[in-house]
């Protein structure tokens, strides 16, 4: 599994995973509503403004997909990767160009990242990671993130950018 965070660390993270001042202060701000998990933030905000999202992986396959972006996630999908089964997700999107069950290539723009969704406090992309069981539900739901992990944290190669 090859994830793209080469391209995502031109970017600043405005939100780390976890628990953080930041993410306190975005407690504050929804006065008390249930903002994340016991676990804190499960995922790291990069600061995009409505910037292209490209695969992150060699292959995938996306899954998820919500064009309508009513919740506090906003309009969203992810991509399996259905050989180390590993899925990336991308929240928060403004315009999302790709389909459920589409199959997709490293470097394809799949998305532009936004502002949508009801906990969002400006445009930028949310990316999470979770591992899949063989039969691609997410494992470890319990850890107190729902299954996500720190994507900072997944020792993995890196596909490189083109630009």
């Not at 944290?153 to 083109?162: L, P, R």
């Amino acid at each position: 599994m090859v994830i793209l965070l080469d391209y995502f660390s031109k970017y600043k993270i405005t939100q780390r995973f976890g628990w953080d001042s930041c993410t306190q202060s975005v407690i504050d701000e929804f006065k008390g509503k249930k903002v994340y998990p016991i676990g804190g933030h499960p995922g790291i905000d990069y600061a995009m403004n409505y910037d292209p999202i490209f695969n992150p992986i060699i292959n995938g396959i996306i899954l998820n997909v919500d064009r309508q972006g009513n919740d506090a996630d906003g309009k969203s999908f992810c991509v399996v990767d259905p050989d180390s089964l590993i899925s990336v997700w991308f929240k928060h999107c403004s315009e999302i160009f790709v389909d459920d069950n589409q199959q997709v290539s490293g470097g394809k723009m799949l998305a532009l990242s936004g502002a949508s969704g009801s906990l969002c406090l400006g445009a930028h992309l949310h990316l999470g990671i979770r591992f899949l069981n063989k039969k691609w539900q997410p494992i470890n739901l319990n850890n107190g993130t729902n299954g996500f992990v720190n994507p900072l944290d997944v020792k993995i190669f890196y596909w490189k950018d083109a630009a």
